[in-house]
């Protein structure tokens, strides 16, 4: 298996977790070589609804793997434990992707010195969008785009967690992802800095990151999530993620090896 495709959902989503999981099993990329994995981290069963219907729909198996441990980090390293690629895939739950995606990303992978990679990320807004939402960087969306060239890139550019590859050997090798999305409002203290955690400990490991806009994905936000309280909510989580970063640069963030499976 060249690659696991994992998908961590709160199934909050469910039209867009369906449109994901299409637009992944419609990849130019054999089917043999890669597999689809929803890793739900919700308490309620809405996302196992939707991979049995994709299931039925779909011309591509897609495993449902529940984690009970809410928490994004909790529910990428469930998908890397349960992962039989050797390149493990990371999207969000609300994005589409080119046909060719998948083939593109998994590419920069056959350089051994490669450890991690990403594509191109492009804000698409579902709906009507306020003036005052012009003032703010669509970096706050997750929109990601260091041009039209593949390079690799160079601490501390990052590649973003929803279009992100990783050498399965050197997830493992690092500790796996930095604490992220605390799911449980009473621990959200503890939110760290999550895939840019990891891309600091896979630079300073040694191993390149590269930048692959061919491999490009719309991440879609709903009209929900523009609104003053979200943009506040937001503003506050990275604020705590901050605090975190700042924590860990005072140690060496490889001591911080965590038992991942």
């Given at each position: ?14 039209e ?8 992944i099993?419609?990849q ?5 070589l890669?597999e689809i ?5 919700s308490?309620e ?6 991979v ?5 729909e779909?011309?591509h ?11 994004l ?15 493990l ?5 609300d ?10 990303l998994?590419?920069p ?14 804000v698409?807004?579902?709906?009507d ?8 960087n ?19 550019q990052d590649v ?8 399965k ?40 990151i ?7 994905i719309?991440h ?8 003053p309280?979200?943009?506040y ?5 990275n604020?705590?993620q901050?605090?975190f970063v700042?924590?860990?640069r005072?140690?060496n963030s490889l001591s911080f ?5």
């Amino acid at each position: 298996m060249k690659a696991s495709v994992i998908i961590p959902t709160l199934g909050q989503r469910a039209e867009y977790l369906r449109d994901t999981i299409r637009s992944i099993q419609n990849q130019n990329f054999s089917a043999s070589l890669y597999e689809i994995l929803v890793i739900d981290n919700s308490l309620e069963s809405a996302a196992r609804t939707i991979v049995d219907k994709a299931n039925r729909e779909g011309n591509h198996l897609v495993r449902y793997i529940k984690e009970n441990n809410i928490g994004l980090h909790f529910a990428r390293h469930a998908g890397a434990c349960s992962a039989l690629g050797e390149i493990l895939v990371y999207v969000d739950d609300d994005v589409l992707m080119n046909e060719d995606w998948l083939k593109f990303l998994v590419e920069p992978f056959n350089d051994h010195r490669v450890g991690a990679a990403g594509g191109k990320i492009i804000v698409q807004f579902d709906g009507d969008i306020p003036e005052w939402v012009s003032q703010f960087n669509l970096g706050l969306f997750g929109q990601l785009d260091y041009g039209a060239k593949k390079i690799n890139l160079k601490c501390p550019q990052d590649v973003y967690g929803g279009n992100l590859a990783v050498r399965k050997s050197v997830l493992f090798a690092v500790g796996g992802f930095n604490p992220d999305g605390i799911g449980d409002k009473k621990s959200i203290w503890f939110r760290g800095d999550g895939e840019c955690g990891l891309n600091a400990k896979i630079y300073q490991a040694g191993h390149l990151i590269t930048y692959v806009p061919e491999a490009w994905i719309y991440h879609r936000i709903s009209a929900q999530r523009i609104t003053p309280q979200s943009f506040y909510w937001k503003f506050f989580l990275n604020g705590i993620q901050d605090s975190f970063v700042r924590t860990r640069r005072l140690k060496n963030s490889l001591s911080f090896i965590i038992n991942l499976c």
